[in-house]
C-alpha cells in the first residue's frame, strides 16, 4: 500500500496510515510510505486552498527562529548521540471546508561526523500534497551562514519498499557545511490532503529534542479529538476551541543499536493522534476503531465484488469439498500462491484496493489488493470475511489509541457458528462472540490457518462495517514452529567426525529454507548450507543433499545429508575432547547493562536436537558434563547425556512460550543465555584405553 507526503532523514514527523505495504523497511523517522494516496473519487471533489506558492529562500541569513534555538544550551548527552533537534514546531490548519496546511520549522544540531544524514532534507509529496513553501539553511561549525538555493534542490522518484510504481516523490537537497558543531534548519508548508479528517505528531525518534510543539487550528464550529500512543496524555498549554497547543521539553531519543533483543523502535515511539470534524465533511473520522472501520468499508465495499470469473475459479479449487477449513485454505493458498506481490499505487490506488476482477485477471496486487480477491473469492463459496489492518512491527498500534496508522492489510476469515478443527490456530474473538481465522496472504511461506510471527501478539483492526473493532492477534503455541535435527555420527581417533543429518523445520523457522530451496541456483544453495554449517564447523564437508517438501508449507520442510567434519574432536595427549551438541547454536549474545525497554524474543518456536555418536576403537568416556534443565516460564531449555555400549547421545530442548519481556526480567534471560551457553559449548572426555 502506499502513502501520502511527509518529511523524512531530517524530520521527526511523517504522515503514518493505513496503507502501508509490510515489504517497507523503516526505522523511527523514516516508515514506510504512509498510505493515504489521494481518492477522491471517493470523498468528493477537491477545493484548492487558497494559499501563496513561496520561493526558496534569497538570502544566505538564517532566520532569527534558527538564532535564537541555536543559542540553546545542551544538556550532556551519551557520546554516541549524532545529532540533537533543538526546535521542531508544526502547525496543522485546518480551513472552513475541511482542508489542510501543515507548517513546520526544525532546527538539530549535528554533534558527531555519523550526524551527518541529518543534514539533507527530503521532503515527500505528490499532486494533492503540493509543497507551498520550502527554505533550508544551515550554520557551519565556523559560524558561517548557508541558504539553501532553488538550484541544489531535485524532484526524484520513490525506490524501493516493495513498490513497483508510485506517483509520491520527494523533493531533497543537500546543506552545506555540515560538520560535527554544524545546525541545519528548514521550513516547510505543505497541503494536506483533502480528504484527511486526522492528522499525527510523531515527536519522538532516534533523536533527542529540546523543544517540540504541535498546534492545531480549527475554524468555528469544528471539534476534536486527541488520543496517545506510548506515552502519557499531555493536556495542551493552550485551551482555546479554535487554538490549542501541545508543548513536549527534553524528549529523549530512541536508541536501540546497542540493545540486544530489542522491541522495535515503532513500538517506543510517542505520538499523538488528533481526529476532527465539523460542517460540512463528509465520512469523518472520530476517536473510535468503529469510526475508522466504517470509513474503511465504505471506501473498499465495491472492490470486494466477485466476477463471474472470480466464482468459476473458487468453485473449481473447492469442487468435493464441503469442510470450512479445506475450502477456505484451497482458496487462501491460491491467492498466496499464485498471485504475485506486485505494487501499482497511484493517486487513491494508495489506499483503496483495486477492484477484486482486476486483480483476479492480472494476477497480481500489493497486500491489500491480495487481502481484496481473497474476500471475493470466499464470498462465492459461502464464506464471509472482513479486511484487516495490522502492522509488522509489533507494538506499534495500540488497542487504546485509534487511527489510520498502520502498514499492511490481511484477511480475517469468519469460522461458522459451532464449527471447530484442529487446524484452526491463528483465531480471534470479536466483542459480539463472532470468530475469524486470521491469515495473510502476502505472506508467502506462512501455512494456512497460521499467522507470521512478526504479527503476532499484535493488534489489528477488523474492518467490519459498524462491527469494526480492534483486535489482539494471538500469540500461537511453540510447537507450530519447529526445528527437529537428528544425526547419526562415528567419530575415528584423527578426530575426524562422520555422518547423517535429518534437518526437519515447520512453520516460520522454515521459511528461509523454503525460500532458498525454490528460488535460489544450485550454487547459491550450496553457499547457504556451507554458511550454516561454518557456523559450528571448521573444516567440513557437506554431500548428498536432498530436500523435501519444499512448497507443501501445511507438512515439514526436510533437508538430509552427508557430512564429514575434520579436527571435530581435539586431541590432548591420551584424551580426545568432543563436543555432542554438533550442529545448532541457540545461543544469545547480552550485555550486562541495567535494561530499560522489553525484551523481544521474536518468536515462540520449539527447537529439537538427537545427536548419537559412535565413539572410535579403544577410546571409553572419562568426563561427561551434567545435564542442564531450566524452566522460566518464558522459555525453557533442557540437555541430557547418556552412553549407551560404544554410543554417545546428547539431546535437548528449547521452547520460547512468549514473544516479549518486561525490562524487569533481562536477568532471567542472562540466566536462560547462560545456561544454553554452557551446554552448547560443554565437551565429553574420552579416554584411550
Known sequence: ??????????????????????????????????????????LGAVILLGFTQYALAKSDSAPGWVHTASAQTLPHYPDETNAVVLLDEVTYTVAPNGQAVEHERRVVKILRPQGRDECVVHINFDKDTKILLLAAWSIGPDGHEYAVKDKDFSDVGLEGGGIAFDDVKHRTAQAPGCDPGAVVAYEVEQRVRPYLTETTWHFQDDLPSLNQSFTLELPAGYTYGAVWAHHASVAPVSTDAQHLRWEMKDVPGIDLERIPLAPSAQSLAGRMTVHYAGPGIANATVST????????????????????????????????????????????????????????????????????????????????????????????????????????????????????????????????????????????????????????????????????????????????????????????????????RSG???????????????????????????????????????DFLNKMLGRDLTVFTATDVKVENVDALNREFTMSYSLSAEHYAKSMGSLLMVRPRVLGSLGYSLDHKTRKVAINLGETEQANDDYAIELPAGYTVDEIPDPVKIDLGFAAYQSSFEVAGNKLHYTRRYTVRQLTLPADRYADMQKLASAISGDESSSVVLKKQ
Open 1 to 42: 500500500m502506499s502513502y501520502t507526503a511527509g518529511l523524512a532523514v531530517v524530520s521527526t514527523r511523517e504522515h503514518f496510515s493505513i496503507g502501508f505495504d509490510q515489504r517497507c523497511n523503516s526505522d523511527v523517522r523514516q516508515h514506510c510510505k504512509p498510505a493515504l494516496g489521494g481518492f477522491l473519487g471517493a
Open 289 to 484: 476503531w468503529k469510526s475508522i472501520g466504517e470509513w474503511y468499508s465504505q471506501l473498499a465495499k465495491d472492490r470486494l465484488t466477485a466476477t463471474p470469473e472470480i466464482g468459476a475459479k473458487a468453485a473449481e479449487l473447492t469442487v468435493g469439498k464441503t469442510d470450512f477449513y479445506d475450502k477456505s485454505e484451497a482458496i487462501g493458498e491460491f491467492v498466496q500462491k499464485q498471485v504475485r506481490y506486485f505494487a501499482v499505487e497511484v493517486g487513491i490506488g494508495g489506499l483503496q484496493p483495486h477492484a477484486a476482477g482486476d486483480i483476479f485477471h492480472n494476477r497480481y496486487g500489493d497486500c491489500k489488493d491480495k487481502a481484496t480477491l481473497l474476500s471475493a473469492m470466499l464470498s462465492t463459496v459461502g464464506i464471509h470475511s472482513a479486511l484487516m489492518v495490522v502492522d509488522t512491527h509489533r507494538g506499534f498500534i495500540e488497542a487504546n489509541a485509534p487511527s489510520l496508522l498502520g502498514n499492511h492489510m490481511i484477511a480475517a476469515i469468519e469460522i461458522p457458528a459451532g464449527y471447530d478443527s484442529p487446524k484452526l490456530h491463528s483465531v480471534v474473538k470479536t466483542s459480539s462472540g463472532r470468530r475469524y481465522l486470521i491469515f495473510d496472504p502476502t505472506w508467502e511461506k506462512t501455512p494456512f490457518g497460521q499467522l507470521e510471527h512478526n504479527l503476532q501478539g499484535s493488534v489489528g483492526l477488523l474492518l467490519e462495517g459498524g462491527e469494526s473493532q480492534a483486535i489482539e492477534l494471538p500469540v500461537l503455541d511453540p510447537t507450530l514452529n519447529t526445528i527437529h
Open 488 to 526: 547419526n555420527f562415528q567419530l575415528d581417533a584423527n578426530g575426524v567426525l562422520k555422518g547423517t543429518i535429518v534437518e526437519k523445520r515447520f512453520g516460520d523457522l522454515s521459511e528461509r529454507r523454503r525460500e532458498v530451496y525454490t528460488k535460489a541456483d544450485e550454487k547459491q544453495q550450496s
